[in-house]
Nanobody, 125 residues
Framework: QMRLVESGGGLVQAGGSLRLSCAVS????????VAWFRQAPGKEREFLAI????????LYADSVKDRFTISRDNADRRVHLEMNSLKPEDTGVYYC??????????????????WGQGTQVTVSS
């Protein structure tokens, strides 16, 4: 079982940038992957991006692929989400979560067993 702790959320103006971090502890194998999800008020939690722990391969949701970048620091055991050109609709609680990567199921929330507590991001217009 992994423990994940998010940090870096806050209030930012539209067009600004923010960098989120997810500290990962526990046993990690090369098949593991860590993803970022977002839950806006009154909406379902949605997939944003994922990074494979073994080879660093990444995948993104279409809605953020040109603005967000996911990366990992193996030595520090952190996964980062760099968010640029932020929009008010990016407002929500951002969660990191872990899974054993499967190309057929990584988009699904139910595929993830361990979650962080979330960090709030608010983008003002």
């Amino acid at each position: 079982q992994m423990r994940l702790v998010e940090s870096g959320g806050g209030l930012v103006q539209a067009g600004g940038s923010l960098r989120l971090s997810c500290a990962v502890s526990g046993r990690i194998f090369s098949r593991h992957a860590v993803a970022w999800f977002r839950q806006a008020p009154g909406k379902e939690r949605e997939f944003l991006a994922i990074i494979k722990w073994g080879d660093g391969g990444t995948l993104y949701a279409d809605s953020v692929k040109d603005r967000f970048t996911i990366s990992r620091d193996n030595a520090d055991r952190r996964v980062h989400l760099e968010m640029n050109s932020l929009k008010p609709e990016d407002t929500g609680v951002y969660y990191c979560a872990s899974t054993l990567f499967d190309s057929r199921t990584y988009l699904w929330r139910k595929s993830y067993g361990d979650w962080g507590q979330g960090t709030q991001v608010t983008v003002s217009s």
